[in-house]
């Protein structure tokens, strides 16, 4: 299963590679890679870690989360700015409170934060924001996608969840103007004091 698994995910990044620089044919039927944690947990860490290390001048991040304190993430992050990327983070308001994300909060240093709630287009703005995807735009005008329903914890990935990472530059632009939206929404109705 472990050969199998590094099979995929080697053949995952050459096809991402190729399926980028192809036709736009290529958009139409993006290269992705599927993962059902924990038991492809080892391989969903290392395709996630190595799409959001290593980006520099030229690269940008938009970045939805739940619930965001898992450090390899934010270090990378951190380093992905200091290099040259631009990095936004759209995260739900209420788990910001909670003792461990405000930790990993205090780690970002000047990394765009905006703190949200389900607002915008719901009829329960209060209600949380539970989005958990990233979408990087490369210099080179490709895309990276992730999604799932893994919060960016370290006990997400040992949990029963499923993510995908692929190349659509479609879902992309959609997932981009969705975060403007939300940011925007966030923006515009500030917390009321006391939360």
């Not at 949200?116 to 490709?142: E, L, N, R, W, Y």
């Not at 006990?155 to 959609?174: I, P, Q, V, Y």
Request: a neutral charge; charged letters at 15%.
């Amino acid at each position: 299963m472990k050969i199998f698994l590094k099979s995929v995910l080697v053949l995952f990044v050459l096809a991402l590679g190729s399926a980028q620089s192809a036709s736009p044919a290529a958009a139409v039927n993006p290269t992705s890679a599927e993962f059902f944690l924990p038991d492809d947990m080892a391989a969903a860490q290392k395709a996630f870690l190595a799409t959001v290390n290593g980006l520099g001048k030229g690269d940008e991040v938009y970045l939805c989360a739940y619930s965001f304190t898992w450090l390899p993430l934010v270090d990378a992050l951190v380093k992905d700015q200091a290099a040259g990327a631009k990095v936004h983070l759209l995260l739900d308001r209420s788990e910001s409170l909670t003792p461990t994300e405000k930790r990993a909060l205090g780690e970002l240093g000047t990394i765009e934060v905006t703190l949200t709630t389900a607002g915008a287009t719901s009829k329960a703005t209060g209600a949380i924001f539970h989005s958990k995807a990233f979408v990087i735009q490369h210099a080179d005008g490709s895309v990276a996608c992730w999604e799932g329903s893994m919060n960016f914890t370290a006990s997400g990935w040992n949990e029963g969840n499923t993510a995908r990472l692929f190349a659509d530059k479609t879902w992309a632009a959609r997932f981009v103007s969705y975060f403007a939206e939300h940011k925007a929404w966030a923006l515009a109705h500030p917390p009321k004091s006391g939360g």
